[in-house]
């Protein structure tokens, strides 16, 4: 079982980006909860990939001068 946002942060896998999520919340109790590792198996991760595929990319990243100021 695998932890999605770890398996996903690994630089080497696809060219993906290191992935550093940052949940809101208003309590302690619920930062601590939004920061627990959630295990997956490999049916769970695939299963995510392929419901994250349907998902079509709009817009640039950016908008407009912000581009120039980030390395992307």
Do not use: C
Request: overall charge negative; charged content about 30%; proline content about 6%.
């Amino acid at each position: 079982m695998k932890s999605w946002a770890l398996v996903k942060s690994n630089k080497n896998q696809n060219g993906n980006p290191e992935i550093y999520p940052i949940p809101g919340a208003t309590t302690e109790e619920r930062v601590r909860e939004n920061a627990k590792i959630v295990e997956l198996s490999d049916a769970e991760m695939a299963e995510f990939d392929t419901l994250l595929k349907k998902f079509e990319v709009k817009g640039t990243r950016y908008p407009g001068q912000s581009k120039g100021h980030v390395d992307d």
